[in-house]
């Protein structure tokens, strides 16, 4: 059993989608509040909202947690976190747990049956507004049906909530960040505890479930501060002891707005219109979906709908989940580090730090109350440090984990010793892991399915003098009888070519061999570029290339 002294925090995501990046600094908070303080983190699945609830997302948030390196002592059990002596951690398996006490609090008067029906209680809401005044459910009529009138009404399978009856009186909130506020008499109402469907609500689930799992303290974002008072009065019927309260700054962007899983959406769908498109490709969503969506701004396509569409349309979506960063090629460390710093400061000029820094000095006093904002820039440039930071056998390793996870078919197609160089090339520029791979998509094209951008490319090859199309073939011809095919052997030959053709400017040759293997103006550095891509498949783009006049590339 954990001893009484102990801090217990908690973290308690609804499986409903991937982690957000607001979830996450609330769970890395919690766990460095506890870890600071040798005490523990309960990890526990909120998944009472059964339509919003999946077990595979549950499994994203596991994943997502253990990937940022946030461990939890209790909860699910997931590749050596979790377990312990107060499970079930899945809300939707105490429910025998969560009848018991709801049963104390009919017994006791405190809670009751409530009757009403949707419409009456939409007609309950208009009544009040065109009174011009909040509607409070006050449940009187409820309250005063008979036990018998009451038992009656189940039996015939009326549907039923079960609600509350919050005493009369202001209620006061402590809160460890926001500081002390009252919240007066009348303003917390009747509010419901048990569902019509018969699971409880948040507000009595998290209340039984933070009394019986032992959290000293709940660290969670502002947007429940309200729902503290409810908490407090629920705590008190029952006879639990108060956690202490700590509420935090929600994470908005740059411009203002609330950080939210929308982005995307909004994003997408400004994007298609740009573009004209009126009905999806196949494979990604079906045409009447899509076309509601369209037709309805406050409509959302589901994840998997979303990415489909922004991968078949290269529509770059902003990162909000934990696994958009992951997948876009960031560090674990560089953002648990980035959002420690979305509403908490060390002190002093410190930025750069890792977690077990933040568990040891991490405290609610440094918490600001106003809302973070989450620079994107200043994210990436945090990566970028971390990057060129590593050593370069570290870097191999992790831009090879990413390519396994999230470019399997790229891995395929290298040989082990052109990644290797692939990464000598790419090391000091990547801002990101994934940069080695969107980059350089040249390198795993079919050699005859390599496409040129025409642009950028006649500009290249028909301007200078001689041209760039005119030192193309004279290298063409240099290149064919190289037999050290390094980048030490090519900066050999090449090199001495740029003196003798082109005044030793290495740019004015450099730049056509680069269009004519990799379709575009930017590659690695064009030695490494022709040494990872090997002879053969360098020579023979040389010479698709220059099969056609630069006005047809």
Known sequence: MTPSNTVVTRF???PSGHLHVGGARTALFCWAYARGRSGKLVLRIEDTDQKRSSDSAS?????????????WDEGPE??????????????????????????????????????????????????AKAQNRPFRYTGEVAR???????????????????????????????????????????????????????????????????????????????????NTAKHIVLQDAL???????????????????????????????KALVEKGVTEPPTATVTRQRFTAWMADKTMQLELEE????????????????????RRSGYLPEVLCNFLSLNGWSPGGDLETFDNEFLASHFDLDRVVKTPAKFDR????????????????????????????AFHPSFMERLSSEQFSGLCNASHERSKTLD???????????????????????????????????????????????TDDWTVAGLEGVITPYAVRSAEGNLGAVAQPLRVAVSGSTVSPPIFDTLAILGKASALRRIDRCLAHSPATL
């Not at 309260?245 to 740059?254: A, E, K, R, V």
């Not at 060129?388 to 990413?402: L, Q």
């Not at 040249?442 to 090859?461: E, G, M, P, Q």
């Open 12 to 14: 308690a995501p609804s």
């Open 59 to 71: 499994v994203g948030f596991a994943r997502d947690l253990k990937w940022l390196g946030i461990a």
């Open 78 to 127: 997931f590749e050596g976190c979790g377990g312990g002596p107060h499970g079930p951690y899945f809300q939707s398996e105490r429910l025998e747990t969560y009848q018991r006490y709801l049963d104390q609090l009919i017994a006791s008067g405190v809670a009751y049956y409530a009757f009403e029906s949707p419409q009456e209680l939409t007609a309950m809401r208009e009544a």
């Open 144 to 226: 005063a049906l008979p036990p018998d009138r009451v038992r009656a009404m189940l039996a015939e399978g009326r549907p039923a909530v079960v609600r509350f009856h919050t005493p009369p009186g202001a209620i006061t909130i402590v809160d460890e960040v926001l500081g002390t506020a009252l919240i007066p008499d009348g303003e917390t109402d009747d509010f419901v505890i048990r569902k019509a469907d018969g699971y409880p609500t948040y507000h009595f689930a998290v209340v039984v479930d933070d009394e019986l799992m032992g959290v000293t303290h709940v660290l969670r974002a502002q947007e429940h501060f309200n």
């Open 239 to 269: 006879g639990f002891r108060r956690p202490t309260y700590g509420h935090l700054p929600l994470i908005f962007n740059p411009d203002g707005s609330k950080m939210s899983k929308r982005d995307k959406d909004k994003v997408l769908r």
């Open 306 to 325: 979303t990415m489909a569409l922004a991968e078949a349309y290269q529509v770059a979506l902003p990162e909000i989940n934990v696994d958009d960063f």
């Open 377 to 404: 820039a200043k994210l990436l440039a945090f990566n970028l440090h971390a990057i060129a930071s590593m050593p370069r056998e570290e870097f191999v390793r992790r831009t090879a984990a990413h390519g396994a």
């Open 435 to 481: 940069d080695l791979f969107r980059t350089n998509t040249f390198i795993t094209t079919a050699d005859d399915l390599l496409v040129w951008d025409s642009k950028a490319t006649r500009k290249v090859l028909e301007g200078g003098s001689p041209s760039g199309f005119h030192h193309l073939k004279a290298l063409r011809e240099v290149l064919v009888t």
